[in-house]
């Protein structure tokens, strides 16, 4: 069986979830929970970055990071479902699936500067920089919202989703008084998509 090494604070960890149940292989996949701050964690003998999500294969290789892990998804399942056929389309997902993934980024580097750094030594400038990112995305997304394709749900939606819902857990939604259409589109997103609230850390 496969085994996927993630955190359910991961936000990366939230978006291969949520690809593995759109394809329906969720039941083919184990969960296991990793530290990526404690060196006797194995995950750094699985994957020598020590990041997550990875993913282990039954052939004992892994993959990482989470853009890998979902190319392999699709090109498992064939459907196009998570990334769709057609050059226009595919290129327009994996544009949508780049920007949230980038959003992720930047709140991700306000939330470690804050963490792993003394007080004293955080930088305002670097915390302000990496929010003009977040901001700027949340304005193009909102701009340009995921289009939905059938059968499923496709990775330039799940990723948006992830990132929204980080947003929610670490800044307290905040983003949620200045962007009332990405609001919708997440609420309609979750109805779609249950295994978005099963995935909330």
């Known amino acids: 069986m496969r085994v996927l090494r993630t ?10 979830r949520m690809a593995i149940d ?3 292989l969720t039941h083919d996949v184990r969960i296991v929970a990793a530290d990526t701050t404690d060196p006797a964690d194995d995950l750094r003998q699985q994957n020598p970055l020590g990041k997550i999500p990875t993913l282990l294969l039954e052939n004992g290789e892994a993959l990482f990071d989470s853009r890998v892990i979902v190319e392999y998804l699709d090109a498992l399942d064939g459907r196009g479902i998570l990334v769709p ?8 997902v994996l544009r949508q699936q780049a920007l949230a993934d980038g959003l ?4 991700l580097l306000q ?7 003394p007080e004293t030594h955080q930088l305002a400038s670097w ?3 990496q929010q003009g990112k977040v901001e700027r995305a949340l304005d193009a997304l909102s701009a340009r919202l ?12 799940i990723a948006t989703a992830a990132a929204l819902g980080y947003l929610d857990f670490r800044f307290e939604g905040q983003w949620r008084a200045t962007h009332p259409l990405l609001v919708q589109w997440l609420g309609d997103f979750a109805r779609r998509v249950p295994m978005f609230d099963r995935t909330a850390p």
């Open 22 to 24: 759109a394809v329906g």
């Open 111 to 117: 939330v470690y500067e804050r963490r792993f750094r």
């Open 127 to 129: 915390v302000a920089h």
């Open 146 to 157: 995921p289009d939905a394709f059938a059968p499923g749900p496709n990775i330039g939606e």
């Open 85 to 92: 056929h057609g050059t226009e389309r595919r290129i327009a």
């Open 104 to 107: 992720l980024d930047a709140a």
């Open 7 to 16: 955190s359910p604070a991961s936000p990366f960890g939230r978006k291969v």
